[in-house]
């Protein structure tokens, strides 16, 4: 595979420009890329995939379990596959294709891309959902150095390498377990753009209607809360070894107790985060980005302790905020899991930080139940395949 897709020196006189200013695209500039066949598919992209700022990318019909994980270098990743593909699983088999627990997989995307287009960059993120579930998932490209971001003027295929960590899962063609961004110029907002942001429009909620001003440096500082929701007195999740498989298509199909402990009781506002498990909490701020703004969840920095928030993650432009900002913010869910040793976390510790970053004209369509949004009023809340409102039979 070459990584040049066919058919575009043709188009390119046809092509519609892109506002030239800085920023995160949209979803109306998305859809110019797709109608001028810069983003193209093996399968008809859905209205439904493309996001207030990012699109869903879908998963082909076969995918690869791998020998180990690997970056392709100055090379295609088929030619990485011949030495590293263990064995082919179709997808499209009537019997499912199941992707066991600590075991690397590759699968090719439908989506394909063209970025000649000088100045626009992309980055990938796993979906909300799929950190839910601990499924480790990123994205490759053809000659890429680094997992997640495609390389500048970049044109050719798109691969996701995803490792389950918790529970093994079911995965057909077409799911999607990953978004991307598209990018021109410097998009993030300096520290000083923040606290001038968050003077306006009030980033940072404590509860449901006072706000607080947001604690800055390198971005929004996200703590933990270990004091549950006020609604219910669960402070967090754990989830439970061997258990079943998930099928990532299906929704609200799953008992909690089945798959999680819940963890109710924190003496002293301190948890104990064990070697090896999986933690689903939640943040002490209710956050908003405002339509005009998309923001991004930062890995944590592992000098500040034995610990990491498990995924990034992107947050779309009306999140926490609505259309009108009448919503006082949403909590951010944390996917946490400790390093080598146990690690105790206390509630109102600083956990996260959420980079923001100026999109480049209001989306046509913002984060909501209007567009299928999953989480925008959300406490401590798992991954849609659970049934809301079960309760977990083990608890601590």
């Not at 498990?310 to 900002?325: I, L, R, T």
């Not at 009448?326 to 980079?355: C, N, S």
Request: proline share 6%; charged share 30%.
């Amino acid at each position: 595979m070459t990584g040049r897709l066919p058919g575009y020196e043709e188009e390119e006189s046809s092509r519609r420009e892109l506002p030239s200013n800085k920023g995160v695209l949209p979803s109306q500039s998305i859809r110019v890329l797709i109608d001028d066949k810069r983003i193209r598919a093996s399968e008809p992209i859905d209205a439904a995939q493309i996001q207030p700022a990012s699109l869903d990318l879908r998963l082909g019909d076969r995918a690869h379990r791998l020998q180990a994980s690997f970056l392709p270098g100055n090379a295609p990743v088929e030619a990485k596959l011949r030495h590293l593909s263990l064995a082919k699983l179709d997808l499209t088999s009537r019997s499912p294709a199941v992707l066991e627990r600590g075991v690397v997989y590759l699968v090719p995307l439908m989506e394909e891309l063209d970025l000649r287009e000088e100045g626009l960059a992309a980055k990938a993120n796993p979906k909300s959902t799929t950190g839910r579930l601990d499924v480790f998932t990123r994205l490759i490209t053809d000659g890429g150095s680094e997992f997640e971001r495609v390389p500048d003027d970049y044109r050719g295929p798109l691969y996701a390498e995803i490792m389950p960590r918790t529970f093994p899962v079911i995965v057909r063609p077409g799911l999607s377990l990953s978004q991307i961004r598209f990018i021109r110029g410097r998009a993030e907002l300096t520290d000083r753009e923040l606290r001038k942001l968050d003077g306006k429009e009030e980033l940072i909620y404590l509860d449901d209607e006072k706000s607080s001003v947001a604690s800055i440096r390198d971005g929004v500082e996200l703590s933990v809360s270990l004091r549950g929701d006020g609604v219910r007195d669960v402070v967090a999740y754990r989830g439970k070894q061997n258990a079943r498989l998930v099928d990532l298509s299906r929704v609200g199909e799953y008992e909690i107790g089945e798959f999680w402990e819940e963890i109710r009781d924190c003496p002293g506002d301190r948890l104990i985060l064990n070697p090896g498990d999986f933690y689903i909490l939640v943040s002490r701020e209710r956050v908003r980005v405002p339509p005009g703004y998309a923001a991004e969840m930062v890995p944590f920095d592992p000098s500040v302790g034995e610990f990491r928030i498990h995924y990034a993650g992107f947050f779309d432009p009306g999140f926490g905020y609505g259309v009108e900002g009448d919503i006082k913010g949403t909590r951010a869910v944390l996917e946490v899991r400790a390093h080598e040793v146990p690690f105790v976390i206390e509630h109102g510790q600083v956990v996260g930080r959420l980079v923001y970053s100026r999109v480049l004209d209001v989306p046509d369509k913002i984060y909501g139940k209007s567009i299928g949004s999953s989480y925008q009023r959300q406490e401590l809340a798992l991954s849609k395949q659970f049934r809301r409102g079960s309760t977990a039979a083990g608890r601590t």
